[in-house]
């Protein structure tokens, strides 16, 4: 877990802005995903990549874009689109070797003032 | 569709009892179910997992059943302590690939002394 970094911890957007939230792992891991965790609700999946410059949305994607020219660097924008932004996002990684295990960051909170 | 369902949404036990928590999946070809635990404002942590080969698996205080007939699983946390008060996450890995896991809406499990 400790190899995981996300910043910054809290966020705040003014309404019509874009906002990029960042993700960083030190750990190797060729798998990359992001979440979205409302109160009261478990994890949904936004976007996830498998290697680099590749990516794949998931159940909720509309209103967010991501990008992997990196393997280590899986940054994730929420745009103007993203109609109900305010949530907290967690970044997860895995190692292909180990094919089934997700280790998460630390997350961002993300406010929409 | 893809779903997982996780009950009780809230638990409380005394120290010292036992508390259980239920989950059903909808995808019959899942094979891997992680449960996490997350503690107020950080990252969920992986507690224990099992796979689908498997029907309980046990660590320490923690244990895991699997009935892949019924597609339920159960964590089982015994002599529960004040520290293990937090949120707790099952999810399973559906077949549509890229190693997706859904997520159940969580648990609240409040120890008291």
Same mark, same amino acid.
């Not at chain 1, 990196?70 to 180990?98: G, I």
């Not at chain 2, 036992?18 to 969920?44: H, M």
């Given at each position: 877990?400790?190899?995981?970094?996300?910043?910054?911890?809290?966020?705040?957007?003014?309404?019509?802005?874009?906002?990029?939230?960042?993700?960083?792992?030190?750990?190797?891991?060729?798998?990359?995903?992001?979440?979205?965790?409302?109160?009261?609700?478990?994890?949904?999946?936004?976007?996830?990549?498998?290697?680099?410059?590749?990516?794949?949305?998931?159940?909720?994607?509309?209103?967010?874009?991501?990008?992997?020219?990196?393997?280590?660097?899986?940054?994730?924008?929420?745009?103007?689109?993203? &109609?109900?932004?305010?949530?907290?996002?967690?970044?997860?990684?895995?190692?292909?070797?180990?094919?089934?295990?997700?280790?998460?960051?630390?997350?961002?909170?993300?406010?929409?003032? | 569709?893809?779903?997982?369902?996780?009950?009780?949404?809230?638990?409380?036990?005394?120290?010292?009892?036992?508390?259980?928590?239920?989950?059903?999946?909808?995808?019959?070809?899942?094979?891997?179910?992680?449960?996490? &635990?997350?503690?107020?404002?950080?990252?969920?942590?992986?507690?224990?997992?099992?796979?689908?080969?498997?029907?309980?698996?046990?660590?320490?205080?923690?244990?895991?059943?699997?009935?892949?007939?019924?597609?339920?699983?159960?964590?089982?946390?015994?002599?529960?302590?004040?520290?293990?008060?937090?949120?707790?996450?099952?999810?399973?890995?559906?077949?549509?690939?890229?190693?997706?896991?859904?997520?159940?809406?969580?648990?609240?499990?409040?120890?008291?002394?």
């Amino acid at each position: 877990d400790g190899g995981i970094t996300q910043s910054p911890k809290y966020l705040f957007r003014k309404e019509g802005q874009n906002v990029t939230l960042s993700c960083e792992q030190n750990l190797n891991h060729d798998a990359m995903y992001w979440y979205r965790q409302d109160p009261g609700q478990g994890l949904r999946l936004i976007y996830y990549s498998q290697i680099v410059n590749d990516f794949q949305k998931g159940d909720i994607a509309e209103g967010y874009s991501v990008s992997r020219e990196k393997k280590e660097s899986f940054p994730l924008t929420v745009t103007s689109a993203q &109609k109900n932004p305010t949530a907290f996002y967690l970044c997860a990684s895995r190692a292909v070797e180990v094919y089934d295990t997700q280790y998460f960051g630390p997350g961002t909170r993300l406010t929409v003032l | 569709g893809e779903n997982v369902e996780q009950h009780p949404s809230t638990l409380s036990v005394q120290e010292g009892d036992s508390a259980v928590i239920k989950c059903t999946y909808s995808d019959s070809a899942s094979n891997y179910f992680p449960w996490y &635990k997350q503690e107020l404002g950080k990252r969920p942590q992986l507690i224990i997992d099992i796979r689908s080969n498997v029907g309980e698996k046990k660590d320490q205080r923690i244990a895991v059943t699997l009935n892949k007939t019924a597609k339920h699983f159960s964590l089982h946390i015994t002599e529960t302590q004040p520290e293990d008060s937090a949120v707790y996450f099952c999810a399973a890995r559906f077949s549509g690939g890229y190693n997706k896991l859904i997520f159940g809406a969580g648990t609240r499990l409040a120890v008291h002394p």
